[in-house]
């Protein structure tokens, strides 16, 4: 039982850091990306879709038993 959340403790920590570490580059990266003669599908899918995607994986990552 302890291990479990011992287990965890450090899974989230390692998430954690590398997501400090990737976190500000990527911010850069997309803050100086150029979205001309992209296909407007593929940014509805970039801008929109994947958020909400994302927003829905770490909703159930939580919320399941």
């Known amino acids: 039982m302890d291990s479990d959340i011992l287990g965890k403790v450090v899974a989230i ?37 994947l958020p909400v995607l994302a927003v829905i994986a770490v909703a159930m990552y939580f919320l399941k038993d």
């Open 13 to 49: 920590s390692i998430g954690l850091f590398v997501a400090a570490i990737i976190l500000p580059t990527a911010l850069v990266t997309m803050a100086g990306a150029n979205l001309t003669g992209v296909n407007p599908a593929v940014i509805t899918i970039l801008q929109v879709l």
